[in-house]
């Protein structure tokens, strides 16, 4: 997975989001989409950590969470760790 570029990154965080069916803030406008804050992007090729903030609009168990978004994943790609930020 290290060779998905930040573009096509994106794409699959925003479907697997929805596939897992959690209570999700979809930004305003012309193009709403689910609303996450992103780190910058790496270089193709680079691996490592991705940081993303998804803005939920009920809180939901962290275990929870990442059980049911890991399950939407591609292989390859998997959560380290999970917190709220309050």
Not at 18 to 30: H, K, S
Not at 60 to 85: C, N, P, W
């Amino acid at each position: 997975m290290r060779y998905i570029s930040h573009r096509d990154f994106i794409r699959l965080m925003y479907r697997a989001l929805r596939r897992a069916d959690l209570p999700y803030v979809v930004t305003q406008g012309f193009s709403p989409r689910p609303k996450v804050k992103f780190g910058d992007a790496l270089k193709l090729g680079k691996d490592g950590e991705m940081e993303a903030a998804f803005f939920l609009q009920q809180k939901v168990g962290l275990e929870e969470f990442k059980e049911r978004f890991e399950k939407q994943l591609t292989e390859g790609i998997s959560i380290v760790g999970i917190k709220y930020d309050e």
